[in-house]
């Protein structure tokens, strides 16, 4: 059996009274806006899963009526089986689900347990050998995004696991609660359920891996946690918090504006706004913060930069809420970047306007007009320019140090604030200029190079 699973089983039977959750099923609790096991299927669909079967048990039917809507929203399959026994083990969800998986392989995951779709696709790109499973494991033992008091540990030796449960001696590493399975999983449940009386998942695995039948799979540093209490709950958000930042960001973006926006779209991410609302609201604050700037005197002017940095942070909210809800479109990427291009236009005309109608002077209007072609020219390369750093990040390089909007926002603002705009157009112009001839010298050598 080599063929890649493309069917996923996703186990969603319990209550999970301990997350306090309000009488609501563990699988519903919405975790930064978006519930446990909608996040499980959608992040399974990212690594190429399309076909799931989901186990229900405790308040089923409202689960099931909103997994009829994912399906359609998320365009998935889901077929669905119900498990009366919900209170049992978990490896008696697993069974339940034996006819509706058939005899493919398939991916098994827990509702409640977040990971990445990079765990899953590398997970899923080794060949399934007939008869096994495939564990993905966590090596690293310090995790601090793991529950030690409830963890399934696992003994890996020579690839393979040797033994698993929640008390084990000489683990040296933890179960993640991600397999591939051959359907040889139902046969070890069936046998642990009937002959040892245990009725686990971690029982099944037990006797195949006694058979020298299930692999595991090192994650390396991919993300994965249990969301099982508030405790994990708050480990959970921060960490998808965390994640948020882009390999693209610029110091300003990075130190500056991402501790405040991530703060903004964690409120955001739990309301009805839209990603592409988010970057309306943006380029409307930029058109207040370049008529501000228009308007003549150093209130309107300090008053314009403020709003400018204030944009700039919030321009970040858009990504972060689509990110966060798994909602990231070309499109929205697009309209992001179009927006933006037009905002750098009004706030760089807005100053230069300002400043002109103080001194009067035609080299306002040319270092102006240099201030705003530089800026757009740093925005066209930057597409090229990422690639190339990227490359040289993946190759151990490093990803050298990004000019980019951000930088660009935070000049006109402190310009604006310090009652210096004319120095803010210079330097942004010098420095935007330069950036475009380093990064065109940059894709040349990048090319010669490759």
């Known amino acids: 059996m080599s063929d890649r699973a493309r069917k996923c089983l996703v186990i969603a039977a319990g209550r999970g009274s301990r997350l306090d959750s309000d009488d609501l099923p563990k699988p519903l609790f919405r975790l930064l806006g978006l519930p446990l096991i909608e996040r499980a299927i959608v992040t399974a669909k990212r690594a190429g899963l399309e076909d799931f079967t989901v186990v229900t048990g405790y308040d089923g039917a409202r689960i099931r009526k909103f997994l009829d809507r994912l399906a359609v929203r998320r365009e998935v399959s889901i077929t669905h089986v119900v498990n009366e026994n919900w209170q049992a083990e978990n490896g008696i969800s697993v069974l339940k689900?034996?006819?509706?998986?058939?005899?493919?392989p398939f991916v098994l995951l827990m509702a409640d347990h977040l990971v990445s779709p990079r765990l899953l696709s590398e997970l899923l790109d080794a060949p399934l050998q007939e008869g096994t499973v495939r564990l993905a494991v966590d090596f690293d033992l310090r995790n601090p995004l793991v529950d030690l008091d409830d963890v399934t540990r696992v003994r890996v030796e020579g690839g393979r696991v040797a033994a698993i449960g929640k008390q084990l001696d000489g683990d040296n590493s933890f179960d993640t609660g991600c397999f591939v399975c051959s359907p040889a999983l139902f046969d070890s449940l069936e046998l642990s359920r009937k002959r040892d009386g245990d009725e686990t998942l971690s029982g099944g695995i037990r006797l195949l891996a006694e058979a020298g039948r299930v692999s595991a799979h090192d994650i390396g540093d991919a993300f994965w946690i249990d969301?099982?209490?508030?405790?994990?709950?708050?480990?959970?958000?921060?960490?998808?918090?965390?994640?948020?930042?882009?390999?693209?960001?610029?110091?300003?973006?990075?130190y500056l504006n991402r501790p405040v926006s991530t703060r903004i779209s964690r409120r955001l991410?739990?309301?009805?706004?839209?990603?592409?609302?988010?970057?309306?609201?943006?380029?409307?604050?930029?058109?207040?913060?370049?008529?501000?700037f228009a308007a003549g005197g150093f209130?309107?002017?300090?008053?314009?930069?403020?709003?400018?940095?204030?944009s700039s942070v919030v321009d970040g909210c858009d990504g972060e809420v689509a990110r966060l809800r798994f909602t990231e479109s070309a499109f929205g990427g697009w309209f992001d970047s179009v927006l933006d291009r037009y905002s750098d236009a009004f706030l760089l005309f807005g100053l230069t306007w300002h400043v002109f109608?103080?001194?009067?002077?035609?080299?306002?209007?040319?270092?102006?007009?240099?201030?705003?072609?530089?800026?757009?020219?740093?925005?066209?390369?930057?597409?090229?320019?990422?690639?190339?750093?990227?490359a040289r990040f993946d190759r151990g390089e490093g990803g050298g140090f990004r000019i980019g909007r951000d930088l660009r926002v935070l000049v006109i603002a402190l310009g604006a604030v310090l009652n210096l705009p004319f120095l803010a157009l210079a330097l942004i112009a010098a420095i935007m200029n330069f950036e475009t001839v380093r990064r065109v010298i940059a894709a040349r050598e990048s090319r010669v190079a490759t």
Not at 282 to 292: D, E, I
Not at 366 to 390: E, N, P, Q, R, W
């Open 227 to 254: 969301v099982d209490d508030p405790r994990a709950v708050r480990r959970a958000e921060r960490a998808l918090i965390d994640r948020l930042p882009k390999l693209g960001d610029g110091p300003i973006s990075r």
């Open 357 to 390: 109608a103080v001194q009067g002077s035609a080299l306002v209007l040319a270092v102006g007009f240099l201030a705003i072609t530089g800026s757009f020219m740093v925005s066209y390369t930057a597409d090229k320019h990422d690639g190339v750093m990227k």
């Open 97 to 104: 689900a034996r006819d509706a998986i058939g005899e493919d």
């Open 269 to 292: 991410v739990t309301r009805s706004v839209t990603p592409n609302q988010i970057s309306m609201f943006v380029f409307g604050l930029s058109l207040v913060a370049a008529a501000l």
């Open 299 to 310: 209130v309107a002017l300090a008053a314009g930069g403020l709003l400018a940095q204030f």
